[in-house]
């Protein structure tokens, strides 16, 4: 199927690894000029490499903070006008809801919250006076079915899924699509990170960790970033023009609800 996207300019946020560098990697695959961003220079120019020599297509790779002013400001300026945006950062970590203070909340607002609403922002008006875009937010299974040592990933990512429920019906008229993509497990950094903690905490190896969390998934096993980054691609192809505002789960079938 010709997603219908070929030539399209894209800024990915936090692409370059995990799930981000999933949804880069497929949009190039469908010809899609890329914006990739990340903190570390070196692994983000190295995957801007790779997806130039795997796609010929072209990527423009800029190292920043996305969640800061500075960051968002630097990535705009080099990015210019984009007809997708898909938006990324890391996740909170995980804890206890005696612990977490102001700033902690603070923090987990302005990097999964705010910073996404900053970028669709900036970036809408142009896809609306072109008539045409696609803005998919990498949210969380925790939006629908909370996690409780994620709570601050449950709060941040639930106010963006407000505003987006809101914004993405005043936008769709002049062609712009707004869509949350929720990430169940994954084997990406991010899992090993949180597999790590939940070993620790019980005393038990990482692998067991693991396979103890693969066990509890209906699929039986982790998500890819190739099956993300593909549902991804979709949801910013021509055909996803009628999908406004909607949470899409791929989750293996872990959160347990009829709808
Ligand atoms: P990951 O494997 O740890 O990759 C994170 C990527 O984001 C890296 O490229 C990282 O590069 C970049 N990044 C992190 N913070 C950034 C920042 N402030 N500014 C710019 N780039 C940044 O994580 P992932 O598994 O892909 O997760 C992506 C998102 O999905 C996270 O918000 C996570 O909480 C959420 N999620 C993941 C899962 C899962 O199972 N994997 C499940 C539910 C939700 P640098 O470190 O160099 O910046």
């Given at each position: 199927m010709d997603l219908g996207i070929s030539g399209k300019r894209a800024l990915v946020c936090?692409?370059?690894?995990g799930l981000g560098r999933g949804c880069a990697e497929m949009l190039a695959a469908n010809g899609v000029n890329l914006v990739m961003n990340a903190r570390g220079a070196e692994a983000l120019e190295k995957a801007a490499e790779d997806l130039r020599a795997a796609h010929g297509v072209e990527v423009m790779a800029i190292a920043a903070d996305i969640t800061t002013e500075e960051g968002r400001a630097k990535v705009l300026a080099a990015a210019g006008d984009v007809d997708i945006l898909v938006n990324n950062a890391g996740g909170p970590p995980p804890g206890s809801w005696q612990d977490w203070e102001r700033e902690d909340f603070i923090k987990a607002l302005d990097a999964n919250m705010l910073t996404p609403i900053a970028l669709m922002k900036a970036l809408m008006p142009g896809m609306m006076a072109r008539g045409w875009g696609r803005v998919v937010n990498i949210t969380s299974q925790s939006v629908k079915a909370p996690i409780a040592v994620l709570g601050l990933s449950n709060s941040a990512r639930a106010g963006l899924t407000g505003y987006v429920a809101g914004t993405s019906r005043q936008v769709a008229g002049k062609g712009v699509i707004i869509n949350n993509l929720l990430p169940g497990i994954h084997a990406t950094d991010r899992a090993v990170s949180l597999d790590t903690a939940a070993a620790a905490q019980d005393g038990i190896t990482l692998e067991e960790a693991m396979d103890r969390r693969a066990a509890t998934i209906p699929a039986g096993r982790y998500g890819t970033a190739e099956e993300f980054g593909a549902t991804c691609a979709f949801l910013c192809?021509?055909?996803?023009?009628?999908?406004?505002?909607q949470n899409i789960l791929l989750d293996g079938g872990s959160t347990n609800a009829t709808l």
């Open positions: 936090a692409s370059s690894k192809s021509q055909y996803a023009g009628y999908m406004v505002g």
